[in-house]
């Protein structure tokens, strides 16, 4: 245990803290940098396509510590840039990690949330390579992530076309009903809740499916936002089928929609931040669902009918 711990970071030095960070990186770390963290930059090896993508995490609109420890907030912050960069058809590579931290946050919440993050940009064999600490009033994590799309082109969302099919790699709706239950004070169905504060993101499944896309997109903001970018980069229509759409409610969601007199069809459609992976390919990659086809003509339809893009909108209340 980490002899400064269960202190406060307003009790101590920022470099003691810096080292204690520093410390727990070295268990994730591989040899392939040029200098390792803890100058004043990290030198990685040489890239060939660089792919740079960032994400920020604020207390109260992104996670609340109250339902989220910090290994489940860790989690969450590095699938959100790793997904990102996966959909670009990029093999992650490093992450920086910069942290706002309230006075009274303890230096072990610091150090779980640094290995969480770690741990999963291990998972694709990417390592935290730098970062920053600041004092902050909310807890605020962002995070800069570097991919390499090598030798590949990049995956493009204007790359869909008509007659393409649309598939999906993962599940959707299932974190924003563990949001609803949280919301709550639920603690059951005890998958749904997890899959909020941790996703589990089919990293591998999308990186063997490079090949055979024509676009792909990380599902953050809900099926119809995101699909919505796609028809709006490639200048295509995108028609789901909502009887494909029905076969991704799961009996937990049935389960849940049906005790908040809600409709599931909605959480699938519109709910984010369980990082399931849309695209577009003629033939649909293995491991993929197909949920409709790319057509001429605009926007996201369901069974040909015009539907609202609504799901997750930042600025909105």
């Known amino acids: 245990m980490n002899l400064i711990s269960k202190r406060n970071v307003s009790e101590v030095d920022e470099h003691q803290l810096v080292r204690s ?9 591989s040899q392939d940098l040029v200098v390792q963290p803890g100058d004043d930059a990290a030198v990685l090896t040489e890239l060939k396509q660089p792919t740079i993508t960032a ?8 996670f609340r510590t109250n339902w989220s420890t910090a290994a489940d907030i860790g ?13 670009m ?19 072990e919440f610091v150090l779980d949330l640094i290995g969480a993050i ?9 390592q935290v390579v730098g970062g920053d600490v600041t004092r902050s009033e909310i807890l605020i994590i962002s995070i800069s992530a570097l991919g390499d799309c090598e030798q590949r082109e990049p995956i493009l969302r204007a790359g869909a076309k008509p007659g393409d099919l649309v598939g999906l790699i993962g599940r959707v709706g299932h974190a924003h009903a563990g949001l609803q239950l949280l919301q709550l004070a639920r603690d059951l169905p005890t998958e749904l809740i997890q899959a909020h504060q941790r996703p589990l993101v089919q990293y591998q499944a999308a990186i063997a499916a ?23 980069a490639a200048g295509v229509g995108i028609n789901l089928d909502k009887n494909l759409i029905a076969e991704l409610i799961t009996p937990a969601l049935t389960e849940v929609a049906t005790e908040l007199s809600a409709d599931a069809i909605n959480w699938v459609l519109a709910g984010g931040d369980d990082h399931a992976f849309a695209l577009t390919a003629k033939e649909l990659p293995q491991g993929a669902i197909r949920i409709g086809e790319v057509t001429a003509g605009a926007g996201v339809l369901l069974n040909g009918e015009p539907i609202e893009l609504f799901g997750y909108r930042h600025f909105s209340e």
């Open 21 to 29: 960070i520093l410390e727990t990186l070295k268990n994730y770390q």
């Open 55 to 62: 994400d920020l995490l604020v207390e109260d609109v992104h």
């Open 75 to 87: 989690t969450r912050a590095a699938a959100a840039n790793l997904a990102d960069l996966i959909a």
């Open 89 to 107: 058809g990029a093999k992650p590579v490093a992450l920086t990690v910069s942290l706002g931290l309230p006075a009274a946050t303890q230096v």
């Open 118 to 126: 770690a741990t999963e940009a291990a998972k694709v064999s990417a």
């Open 210 to 232: 490079w090949p055979k896309v024509s676009s792909m997109i990380d599902v953050s903001d809900g099926l119809l936002v995101d699909l919505g970018h796609i028809a709006a």
